[in-house]
């Protein structure tokens, strides 16, 4: 054999052990990742059965699964479609037995998870009429106190499903003691509910957790073990919502603004830290792109877009921080979307922040209920990989949970980073007709059920509302696409 073939042959050996050692260190690396558990807009229905909510109301939180479990009213159907009908609901909430059944599903498959995240909308839709309509000589303080026990079954349900494992909430813009879109900072219920949705901060942490949630529904926290200099911030964003009013009705915006200098404070500070932060709140930043086409607004013609928030201030906010921000957790929605938050002056998607809408629990849009189960390296906070797991119907009833789709399966992409959003984005821009494989996956998962004609009539549209955040730039988007 010749010299030089024996020693192109050794080089060639040696390259596939190089190889092959690489390989035995990045898999490790790669499969380092711990379960986290992503649950949204559960919208409980303790109207449901109506004939035991006197029970209920009466009973403390504690109480109410063995009210819940007994036997139904032998006209709870009836009764209850009264009530949907008096209140003019659009669909059905999370009844207790798909309630059961997602905790069911949670408790056997999720037992792992090292934290929860709830971003919000823990009480059903219409809940003030409804608990009229049960209850119409009821007083505001019995009403508050209802709200309440309803919130605290919910978190102490979802806790009893993980023991010790922590449940870290946000409300939802329902989540109020005086009607949707509407609260008081500084007031009662949220110092009441403070105690219940900040009970998992460790002691180090938890006086001054109940201090800020008392004021405006805010915390921040440090994830737990064996997460590393890692932190979750988690904000009432309510108080920026565009139709937000004060429990008496008027236009506030001060609350509003104290939290914006309240969460710019805390991302500060964790970059003094070096600490990585995931951000959590309720409601999206940005353009309701699906509200804008469904109500015919030409903004080509000089209508303004639906916005989800009155003001661009928090995604602005929360841009400049892509080296902070590993994640950016939002939902109300109901449907599996992704965001960018790109920084102004800086266009580069590895320091832009990755934002994740969760899928609902709740099926009042006629979406199967899911959850959202992500895998995180704990060394950087980067969710590298989430799968959603889907009922088999919306009832609880002989229901099945199975995986609806795996993102790095599905999109081809080694996390949910900013750049990897980035580059999902960019190609869904492209791709004006969807036609691609990863614009076909986004558009079949985005209502969980596969319900792609939903998102299908205006792609074009909604990809320019995935970083376009401000009115104007979705406009000189979506007008430029035609």
């Known amino acids: 054999m010749a010299p030089g073939i024996r020693t192109s042959r050794f080089a060639f050996a040696l390259l596939l052990l190089s190889l092959a050692a690489v390989r035995s260190f990045s898999e490790p690396a790669r499969l380092a990742t711990i379960p986290v558990l992503m649950v949204s807009d559960i919208h409980f229905e303790p109207f449901w059965d109506p004939g035991k909510a006197a029970q209920l109301a009466a009973a403390p ?3 109410w699964r063995s009210i819940l479990t007994s036997a139904p009213s032998p006209d709870r159907a009836a009764q209850f479609d009264a009530i949907q009908q008096a209140c003019h609901t659009r669909g059905a909430d999370t009844s207790y037995p798909l309630f059961q059944s997602s905790l069911n599903e949670i408790k056997t498959n999720v037992a792992g998870a090292i934290f929860v995240t709830v971003s919000g909308d ?10 009229g309509k049960v209850f119409p000589n009821a007083t505001p303080d019995e009403y508050r106190a209802f709200v309440e026990k309803t919130i605290e ?3 102490g349900s979802l806790r009893a499903a993980l ?91 001060s609350e509003a603004t104290r ?94 922040v990755p934002v994740k809408l969760v899928p609902s629990i709740s ?23 989430y799968r959603v797991i889907e009922a088999s119907n919306q009832t609880g009833v002989d229901t099945t949970w199975a995986e609806e789709y795996d993102y790095a399966k599905a999109y081809s992409e080694p996390a949910f980073s900013g750049a990897a959003v ?44 995935l970083t376009n955040i401000s009115a104007e730039n979705f406009k000189a988007c979506a007008c430029g696409s035609h």
């Open 163 to 253: 023991p010790g494992v922590p449940v870290y909430a946000s409300l939802g813009n329902n989540d109020s003691d005086c009607g949707d879109y509407k609260l008081d900072a500084n007031s009662l219920f949220l110092d009441e509910t403070g105690r219940v949705l900040t009970a998992d901060v460790p002691a180090s942490e938890s006086k001054q957790a109940r201090a800020d949630f008392a004021i405006g529904g805010n915390f921040s926290v440090a994830l737990p073990e064996p997460f590393a200099h890692a932190r979750l911030i988690v904000l009432n964003d309510l108080f920026m919502a565009r139709k937000y009013q004060t429990c008496a009705g008027k236009d506030d915006s």
């Open 422 to 465: 980035g580059n999902l984005i960019g190609e869904f821009r492209a791709d004006s007709g969807a036609k691609l494989p990863a614009s076909q996956a986004y558009m079949r998962n985005y209502f969980v059920g596969n319900r792609a004609s939903e998102l299908a009539p205006f792609w074009p549209i909604a990809t320019c509302g």
């Open 363 to 385: 099926p009042v849009d006629g979406n199967n209920p899911s959850i959202t189960v992500a895998q995180v390296d704990p060394r950087t906070a980067t969710m590298v990989d």
């Open 259 to 352: 939290q914006i200098a309240w969460l710019r404070a805390e991302l500060d500070r964790a970059r003094q830290a070096k600490q990585k932060v995931w951000v959590m709140t309720h409601i999206p930043p940005g353009v309701d792109a699906f509200s804008t086409v469904s109500k015919g607004k030409n903004i080509c013609e000089g209508k303004d877009p639906t916005m989800f928030l009155s003001s661009d201030d928090l995604p602005n906010a929360l841009a400049p921080y892509g080296d902070v921000i590993a994640l950016a957790i939002f939902a109300h929605t109901h449907m599996d979307e992704m965001r960018l938050l790109v920084p102004t002056g800086a266009p580069h998607p590895e320091r832009s």
């Open 61 to 63: 939180a504690s109480g």
């Open 122 to 131: 823990l009480i059903s839709h219409s809940f003030t009429c409804k608990f």
């Open 153 to 155: 079954f919910v978190i």
